[in-house]
């Protein structure tokens, strides 16, 4: 089992669109928890944190479930600015952070 | 505020040739990483540091090399160039204490082909 699995995608969804990402973790002693967005030959770039209670920001929500251990993101109201790859990370060891391969998402007109 | 800088940011190498990609941070970060990304594919980890004077193996370890004489440089080596390494090489820094980790924020990467 990898240590974090994602749905490749795309997810292709019109503007405006609710869409929501979930990504399991194999390491049941994972203490952070984050997700990043990766535009098409950029470096990955924090979107959020993910906390144990669930947070929001914007458009973005980000919910930990840790008795099933994934994490999910919702976007809501979808922009065209949104077209991306999102990765989730999980902590590995103390020092080191597990990346997903990512989802991609296609927000069209 | 510069963050994480990568130099150069575009390099063809022929094989057999070596080269030093640069990454220095200025958030006085403790902990430094690099990673290769392959086209449509995710992160692996080649090495890290968790301070100055020490390093250890990642993922992918293998025809790189490493050293953190300071806080805020860790240059990745290559010895001797294969085909195998192209790619895009992306360097970042987190600070962390104690337990948990902090997010990692990256330099906007260098990209690498070796013919």
């Known amino acids: 089992r990898k240590e974090v699995e994602q749905d490749p995608g795309p997810f292709n969804v019109p503007e405006g669109a609710t869409v929501a990402f979930n990504c399991t973790y194999s390491?049941?002693?994972?203490?952070?928890f984050f997700w990043y967005r990766q535009d098409c030959r950029k470096e990955p770039k924090l979107l959020m944190s993910?906390?144990?209670s669930g947070n929001e920001d914007g458009r973005f929500t980000a919910q930990l479930n840790r008795a099933s251990q994934y994490i999910s993101l919702l976007i809501r109201d979808s922009k065209l600015s949104d077209s991306a790859t999102y990765l989730c990370?999980?902590?590995?060891?103390?020092?080191?952070?597990?990346f997903g391969t990512g989802t991609r998402l296609q927000v069209t007109l | 505020n510069a963050g994480v800088t990568q130099t150069p940011k575009f390099r063809i190498l022929k094989i057999g040739q070596s080269m030093t990609l640069q990454c220095t941070q200025d958030m006085n970060h403790n902990y430094m990483y690099w990673y290769r990304q392959d086209p449509g594919m995710g992160l692996k980890l080649i090495y890290y540091?968790?301070?100055?004077?020490?390093?250890d193996k990642g993922e992918v370890p293998n025809g790189y090399n490493v050293s953190r004489s300071t806080t805020e440089d860790f240059p990745l080596r290559l010895e001797l160039a294969a085909p195998s390494q192209t790619s895009v090489y992306f360097c970042?820094?987190?600070?962390?204490?104690?337990?948990?980790?902090?997010?990692?924020?990256f330099g906007d990467g260098t990209r690498l082909s070796i013919l």
């Open positions: 390491n049941s002693a994972s203490q952070s």
């Open positions: 993910v906390y144990s």
């Open positions: 990370v999980v902590s590995g060891t103390a020092s080191k952070l597990t």
């Open positions: 540091s968790v301070g100055a004077g020490i390093t």
């Open positions: 970042a820094s987190s600070y962390s204490i104690g337990r948990g980790n902090q997010p990692q924020h």
